[in-house]
């Protein structure tokens, strides 16, 4: 049976201090769950509202529907929430190309950067310390479970890159078009906040400053960071 210290736990793991306090996240859908569970993450806790839904683990707790909704940051839960250990970071290495994000704000687009570092095999996602959490609710839901399989890694963005010998790349509307750019087998990809793009800090660091040109009606202000990191992830990998 669930105690209540279990489910103020569990809603407190949706506020960053306490995720960070206990090392604990949370993630929810039987897909997602599923997927943390085969990629080897610790689950803590496992809460179902059928036993059947998640099998074979010491740790689920069948539970109510009514202690699962107190439990979920959805309205309408469905049915698996599970509670995991926060993995170790893991050395960057400097082999293969890296994203950085420059104060990426919005869940969403940091969840599906998360996916699209996935799919074109970038390994290593270095974040500055006003980037989303990762492990924001809307963020895993977005990851759609490719977060453990990326190293998110968050640092002072401005001393990282300080000290690589790597290109600095970063997205400018007056930069070289990508199209015609020659991309290196390795080297740093920068994308800004949406709003207000690459800090001045951070820019004066870029190494080389490229642009995705634009095509159609001149009203449209700029892409999508999300949309933008996936067109140049694509001509990173098309090299």
């Not at 490719?146 to 970063?170: A, E, H, Q």
Request: net charge positive; hydrophobic share 40%.
């Amino acid at each position: 049976m669930v105690t209540k210290n279990q489910i103020k736990l569990v809603v407190s793991l949706q506020q960053k201090k306490y995720r960070t306090q206990h090392g604990l996240f949370v993630v929810e859908g039987v897909k997602t769950v599923g997927e943390i569970l085969n990629a080897g993450l610790e689950p803590f806790k496992l809460f179902v509202d059928e036993p059947q839904k998640i099998e074979n683990f010491n740790e689920i707790e069948v539970v109510s529907k009514s202690e699962l909704k107190q439990m979920s940051s959805l309205s309408n839960p469905n049915g698996v929430l599970g509670v995991f250990y926060m993995p170790k970071v893991k050395k960057t290495d400097t082999a293969d190309w890296t994203v950085a994000l420059d104060a990426v704000r919005d869940p969403g687009n940091l969840g599906t950067i998360i996916r699209l570092c996935d799919w074109f095999g970038i390994k290593h996602l270095i974040c500055s310390m006003d980037t989303v959490d990762c492990y924001n609710a809307k963020v895993l839901q977005a990851t759609m479970g490719s977060i453990t399989r990326v190293n998110v890694v968050y640092t002072d963005l401005l001393d990282y890159l300080k000290k690589t010998s790597l290109p600095i790349f970063g997205t400018f509307m007056n930069g070289d078009t990508v199209y015609h750019k020659k991309i290196p087998k390795a080297g740093i990809m920068i994308m800004g906040n949406e709003a207000n793009g690459i800090s001045e800090e951070i820019k004066n660091l870029v190494t080389e400053k490229i642009a995705i040109p634009q095509f159609g009606s001149k009203t449209t202000e700029s892409l999508n960071v999300a949309t933008a990191t996936a067109i140049l992830l694509n001509e990173i990998r098309r090299g």
